[in-house]
């Protein structure tokens, strides 16, 4: 390990703009100040010039507010107030919301989960540096992706080997002020494991782990600052690292599981998510669905308990398009011919295929749901058979409750439908499942227009039934 690094602040870059090359800018403002690139350099650049290259920029004036920031707006202002910080208008708060993957606290200020899993203020989304006036920048979609493609151009253009990272400034647990962090890195890895070395003393160390990116970006940017200083790009020269492919910022992300700063639920909370989700069968919002929320909450759905810990359930995930058409015509021309043979009304049919059409057509995500039979126990009678089959099905309809309940947890809204089990065939050719999947229902997610009245709920004397009573 060098006793010694230096940090270079490369001057002349100038203001980007959507379409800029971002390598080609670098090379050139090095050039112009008399810097050569060298193996083993380290480039660091500050998140701004990213977005701003890749026209990740929006006006506040072309955004319209839904519910929840009309709501976030209207719970925030107050405490804004009270604390002394500026207020964010509803527009902004819907842009967070809209680079969010879940709102992990909401006082004076939006502490977010973004959709590469960095939890921070305001998702990121930051109107300094933004061009001035109503604009704001948004953190880069795929910061590894980008810090790669510079990395590579680089090589290409100077045939020199460096590092890429992108940085950005976050605040932290228990401490004020904003350090440098890491969101996007190429060549290097976001962590360094030091764990089987000596100490001082001859102890070997068993959990030395050093986040070295984020070190990396908090020393850059004690020169790039967070002002009027102008110096977007940062040369630290003297680092010395193992230089790695296919690396990803993921790696310094820590699993939920072992985060003690995410608070965890009280049971008032639990109480009030429990009793707050409702069945939604209205028209849902515009604003798009990230399916990784979805499948964020499969994931919680999979920790269902399940007979045998059999774990039955299977998710279809169907996004709009040709194939959920399809099986939507082709389980309504089903329905109908039922329907006919009931003596139904050619009237009575077309509200109830209309009913339901629209809703399954035109929501964000429609998912299927499905018990794999091939997973049940065989027995040599039929009534075993059967019971077997309960119990799957019980363990899917759990799975389905813990997917409604993280369905609500991430303010979507979604709506049960028993509508596979009446054309299971058709459901199972239209998609070409395997002859295992049994459909069982329909949820329909999506982000909510509309609040849902809580519908009545029978006394608890009405559903506990006393034995002792009866005697």
């Given at each position: 390990?060098?006793?010694?690094?230096?940090?270079?602040?490369?001057?002349?870059?100038?203001?980007?703009?959507?379409?800029?090359?971002?390598p080609k800018v670098i090379l050139k403002a090095l050039k112009e100040t008399n810097l050569d690139l060298e193996n083993g350099d380290i480039i660091l650049i500050t998140q701004s010039i990213i977005s701003k290259a890749n026209g990740l920029i929006k006006n506040l004036k072309d955004i319209i507010p839904g519910k929840k920031a009309l709501e976030l707006y209207k719970n925030m202002t107050p405490k804004s107030n009270s604390m002394g910080i500026p207020v964010k208008n509803a527009e902004l708060i819907q842009a967070i919301l809209d680079e969010s993957k879940e709102i992990i606290r909401s006082e004076h200020v939006l502490i977010t989960e973004t959709k590469h899993g960095f939890i921070c203020a305001n998702a990121g989304v930051d109107a300094s540096n933004a061009g001035g006036g109503d604009n704001i920048t948004l953190l880069p979609v795929k910061p590894d992706e980008d810090a790669t493609k510079i990395r590579k151009e680089i090589k290409k253009l100077t045939n020199k080997d460096v590092a890429v990272i992108i940085t950005d400034s976050f605040g932290r647990p228990f401490r004020e002020g904003a350090v440098g962090v890491a969101i996007g890195i190429s060549g290097i890895s976001a962590l360094l494991d030091r764990r089987g070395e000596m100490d001082l003393y001859g102890r070997?160390?068993?959990?030395?782990?050093?986040?070295?990116?984020?070190?990396?970006?908090?020393?850059?940017?004690?020169?790039?600052?967070?002002?009027?200083?102008?110096?977007?790009?940062?040369?630290?020269?003297?680092?010395?690292?193992?230089?790695?492919e296919n690396v990803s910022i993921k790696q310094i992300i820590r699993e939920k599981s072992s985060d003690l700063f995410i608070g965890t639920f009280e049971r008032s909370e639990w109480d009030k998510v429990l009793k707050e989700r409702r069945s939604y069968k209205s028209e849902f919002s515009n604003q798009s669905v990230d399916k990784n929320l979805i499948e964020d909450c499969i994931e919680i759905a999979r920790w269902a308990p399940s007979a045998h810990n059999g774990q039955f359930w299977r998710y279809i995930i169907l996004e709009k398009g040709s194939i959920r058409n399809e099986l939507i015509n082709r389980m309504n021309l089903k329905l109908e011919q039922d329907l006919l043979k009931d003596g139904k009304s050619k009237t009575f049919i077309d509200e109830k295929i209309n009913k339901t059409k629209y809703r399954f057509l035109n929501a964000p995500f429609l998912i299927l749901l499905c018990l794999d039979n091939g997973f049940l126990h065989k027995y040599p009678d039929e009534e075993r058979n059967m019971n077997e089959f309960i119990l799957g099905v019980q363990s899917v309809s759990a799975s389905a409750t813990y997917f409604l309940l993280a369905i609500h947890a991430k303010e979507l809204a979604a709506c049960w439908y028993c509508a596979p089990v009446f054309s299971k065939q058709v459901v199972k050719e239209t998609l070409k499942l395997p002859d295992s999947f049994e459909p069982m229902a329909f949820f329909t997610v999506g982000y909510p227009l509309k609040e849902v009245k809580a519908p009545s709920r029978k006394n608890l004397n009405e559903i506990i039934y006393d034995i002792n009573a009866k005697r």
């Open positions: 390990m060098n006793e010694k690094i230096d940090i270079i602040g490369l001057r002349g870059i100038p203001l980007i703009t959507p379409g800029d090359n971002v070997v160390l068993q959990s030395k782990i050093v986040g070295q990116v984020d070190n990396l970006a908090s020393a850059a940017q004690l020169i790039m600052g967070e002002a009027s200083e102008g110096l977007p790009v940062i040369i630290v020269r003297g680092y010395e690292f193992k230089f790695k």
